[in-house]
């Protein structure tokens, strides 16, 4: 069984369009998390939420609006999609401030 | 040898050979060093942590060491394989804080 799963994998837009990913995660965990990961590889925090809350916000636009309906659940809806944007999603969750699982990734295309 | 570029630094070895990836990070009130492996086209996954108040731990072939005086952490890979070619990166937290900064990364690369 996956631990943190994200879909979809690959997601190809244009510009201007709105587009959802979805994370699950079934470690029990009280902790998720949205990174982003640009093309130098560098692995930024954009959120993280804590049984349901917003814990952290790193000056992530607006247009990035995460919603966890419940804590195993952390979806991250993205308005007005930009060309910069591009980049991979990663879902993680953990145990309070303890070590991250991460899902595999959301590979995101804006054209 | 390592070389760092543009891109991310690489180290390149032979199968066999031990490595020994570095990481300076940046706040002094971290307690909490995580090391991850992240291979093509997957997420990062956990290889080994350590605490601020421990200097060394081991795992099986890795061992991380960490020096608070002058905020630098290794990983320690012994008789590296060639399914150890991925990107390695440090990160660090601060207990009470749900934030895991991550370091720039390492690219590792093992020659058969």
């Known amino acids: 069984d996956t631990a943190v799963s994200q879909t979809p994998k690959y997601l190809v837009t244009q510009m201007g369009n709105d587009k959802s990913i979805k994370c699950e995660q079934n470690?029990?965990?009280?902790?998720m998390y949205w990174y982003k990961q640009d093309s130098k590889k560098f692995l930024k925090i954009m959120f993280s939420?804590?049984?349901?809350?917003?814990?952290i916000n790193e000056t992530v636009p607006n247009r990035f609006s995460p919603k966890s309906p419940d804590k195993a659940h952390l979806n991250l809806h993205i308005n007005s999609l930009e060309l910069g944007d591009s980049a991979v999603y990663f879902c993680?969750?953990?145990?309070?401030?303890?070590?991250?699982?991460f899902g595999s990734g959301t590979q995101l295309s804006v054209l | 040898g390592e070389s760092v570029g543009l891109h991310l630094p690489t180290l390149s070895v032979q199968e066999g050979d031990n490595s020994i990836i570095n990481c300076a990070y940046s706040?002094?009130?971290?307690?909490?060093f995580i090391w991850y492996k992240q291979e093509s086209g997957k997420g990062p996954q956990f290889i080994i942590d350590?605490?601020?108040?421990?200097d060394k731990r081991q795992g099986q072939r890795v061992t991380v060491l960490l020096n608070k005086t002058v905020k630098h952490l290794s990983l320690q890979i012994a008789a590296t394989q060639p399914g150890d070619s991925a990107v390695y990166f440090c990160?660090?937290?601060?207990?009470?804080?749900?934030?895991?900064?991550f370091g720039t990364g390492t690219r590792l690369l093992v020659s058969p």
């Open positions: 990160a660090e937290n601060m207990q009470g804080f749900q934030k895991l900064v």
């Open positions: 470690l029990g965990h009280d902790t």
């Open positions: 939420y804590n049984n349901k809350e917003l814990i």
């Open positions: 993680a969750s953990s145990q309070r401030d303890e070590k991250l699982f």
């Open positions: 706040n002094s009130a971290s307690d909490y």
């Open positions: 350590i605490r601020s108040n421990m």
